[in-house]
Each structure stands twice: as structure tokens, then as C-alpha cells.
């Protein structure tokens, strides 16, 4: 017989709350007022392994040159890859996955064995997270937008072919200045997952979709 009568109330216990709050202005939208501990597990595990890896490509990404390589192009090709399979429907999540994953070790296999490709990549990646700073920058401090999606794009794809070009002549520099852009860039996008649930990416992203 239970201990507990019938006219008690089951005792229910909720879950811990998981945010800390800290003082400041309330901004409407915004997570910057209070963490939320709250992370999936998986999701979390990825961000720390980018974390990591963002801060041996940020510091060693000229001396570890052929894994600087490999990881720039697998990172490309699986994203790329991956992207097109969540617009076509074709396959269900686990086989996008598979195939972004195999087109990215093929992509990066290239990328490590031809250094040439390698090098271009690397530049590429480099021009076009500059062009994203410099867009956000230019939507931050202006308030005109240009009145053709198609600049923004023409923007990015300029700048990223000027420096996969120049990272052909200058490779120590450019290698050593784009690992360090690339990896900055995935340590901060890493990070904003745990503070504000990857916020900052999809402001960029609203950025570049409807600038």
C-alpha cells in the first residue's frame, strides 16, 4: 500500500532551471541577458570538437599544412554537398549525411594531395569571410542597401577568386593569415551555439539572403 494518501498531491519534480540571468537592458529578441545550459548533446560535442580544431588551424595552420588542407576542403565539399541534398528531398537525413560526408573526404583528399587546389580553397575561404565583414559591416554603419541581390553575391565571389589567386603567390603569408581567419571563424561560430544558439550564423545568413 502506498504511503502516500489519496488526498495528497503526487509530488511532481520539474526539471532544474538551467539559466543564469545577468543584469543589463532587455533587448527584445536577444539571449545576451541570460545562458541557458540547456544544450543538446550532440550538438554540443560537435561545437567542442570545432572549438579545438579551430584553435590548432588558428595557431598551427601553416605547419600543419597538408591537415590545414585536407580539413578546409572536407569542410567545403561536405557543406556544399549537404546543402544541395536538403534542397533536392531525395534521400532521407542519415543518407545526406553519408553523402555529404564521402563527398568531403573525396573534396578533401584532393585538396591535401594537389597543393595548387589546396592553396585556392584556402583563399577562397579566406576572401569570402572577409566579404561577409565587410557586408555586415556596411549594413551595421549604412542604412541604403543595394537595390540587386546579385551585388552581394557579385561581392563575395569577387573577393573570394582575388584572394584564392593572390594565396597562389604569396602562400606562407596568405596560408598563415587565412587558417588564422578560418579558424577565428569557426571558434566564434562554435562559441555562439553555447551563448546564443548559433544567433549570430543565422544573422549572417539573414544577411546574405536578404541583403
Not at 560526408?101 to 583563399?123: P, R, S
Not at 553575391?153 to 587565412?178: D, E, Q, R
Request: glycine share 10%.
Amino acid at each position: 500500500m502506498s504511503s502516500v494518501g489519496q488526498l495528497v498531491p503526487q509530488v511532481t519534480r520539474s526539471p532544474p532551471n538551467m539559466t543564469i540571468k545577468f543584469p543589463g537592458p532587455h533587448v527584445e529578441g536577444s539571449f545576451c541577458t541570460s545562458i541557458d545550459y540547456n544544450y543538446d548533446p550532440i550538438i554540443s560535442v560537435l561545437c567542442a570538437m570545432y572549438i579545438a580544431f579551430g584553435i590548432v588551424y588558428t595557431l598551427f595552420g601553416y605547419r600543419c599544412f597538408k591537415a590545414s588542407m585536407f580539413l578546409t576542403g572536407f569542410t567545403f565539399g561536405s557543406a556544399i554537398v549537404y546543402l544541395i541534398c536538403l534542397q533536392e528531398y531525395l534521400m532521407p537525413p542519415y543518407g545526406n549525411v553519408g553523402v555529404a560526408l564521402c563527398a568531403g573526404l573525396l573534396f578533401g583528399l584532393i585538396t591535401m594531395l594537389i597543393q595548387y587546389v589546396g592553396l585556392f580553397m584556402t583563399g577562397f575561404h579566406t576572401g569570402v569571410l572577409l566579404a561577409i565583414a565587410g557586408l555586415a559591416i556596411y549594413d551595421h554603419f549604412l542604412d541604403s542597401r543595394p537595390a540587386t541581390y546579385w551585388l552581394c553575391v557579385v561581392v563575395l565571389l569577387c573577393s573570394g577568386i582575388f584572394f584564392a589567386v593572390i594565396n597562389l603567390y604569396w602562400k606562407k603569408v596568405l596560408t598563415i593569415f587565412g587558417t588564422s581567419v578560418y579558424g577565428g571563424a569557426v571558434i566564434a561560430t562554435s562559441l555562439d551555439y553555447f551563448f546564443e544558439r548559433m544567433m549570430m550564423l543565422k544573422w549572417v545568413s539573414t544577411l546574405i539572403l536578404y541583403f
